[in-house]
């Protein structure tokens, strides 16, 4: 694995993909200055944020894999985390704390993460302040990154975790302007909603909300 770490750089996930490898590579920082989400979203970078791209063989089902990327840094932080639907981390106190963006070449997936690892007054956070003063950026990516390699999920499996740890399962959601009750993801990851209690609907992209 090739880790290269920097204090400062525009953007991990542009970087990795600039360079396009094909082996185990990772990128992080200690700052980020022009971090994204989806659909182009300005990911805010702040102290108490760790940012960090890396490459990810595809799995048999390509469009697992934010869901099984999401499961295991949960996994990596003892399930302290709640995952949404179709790439966010929540804390346990419902306080979005995370992302996760894929780009896709070919067989090979950059990844890239944002963890809101102190708290802070707009989002929620995964350390607390004591364990926080402890970290090395730098190694908890790569620690986190490892980890992810070496647990690698497949199939049913991502389904059942991610379930498991979803924060609105059951709930009531909107995803774009459609409402209905999460009742699970299909055999792609795609969001299933019951609409108007006897119809069920497939999303496979699209921006859920709900209320905490």
């Known amino acids: 694995m090739k880790h290269e770490h920097f204090q400062e750089i525009n953007s991990t996930q542009d970087y990795l993909l600039e360079r396009n490898p094909r082996d185990e ?17 300005k990911w805010e970078n702040t102290e108490g944020s760790l940012c960090f791209s890396f490459t990810l063989r595809a799995g048999a089902v390509m469009t697992h894999a934010p869901l099984e990327v999401a499961v295991l840094i949960n996994q990596y932080f003892e399930n302290r985390l709640r995952v949404k639907w179709p790439n966010d981390l929540f804390d346990k106190s419902l306080k979005k704390c995370g992302g996760i963006l894929i780009d896709t070449k070919g067989s090979t997936l950059t990844v890239g ?5 102190s708290a802070s007054s707009d989002y929620g956070h995964i350390l607390e302040e004591a364990e926080f003063k402890n970290i090395e950026k730098k ?5 986190i990154y490892q980890y ?5 999920l497949h199939g049913d499996k991502v389904i059942e975790l991610w379930e498991r740890y979803c924060i609105h399962m059951n709930q009531e959601v909107t995803i774009d302007e459609t409402k209905g009750n999460f009742i699970g993801l299909g055999p792609e ?3 299933m909603l019951n609409v108007q209690g006897d119809h069920t609907k497939s999303f496979f992209t699209g921006s859920l909300s709900f209320k905490a």
Request: charged share 25%; aromatic share 6%; net charge positive.
């Open 113 to 117: 993460v944002g963890l809101n690892l």
């Open 189 to 191: 990851g795609e969001a």
């Open 25 to 41: 590579y990772l990128v992080s920082c200690d700052t980020q200055t022009d971090g994204r989400g989806r659909y182009g979203r």
């Open 148 to 152: 992810i390699l070496d647990n690698r």
């Open 139 to 143: 190694h908890l990516a790569g620690k």
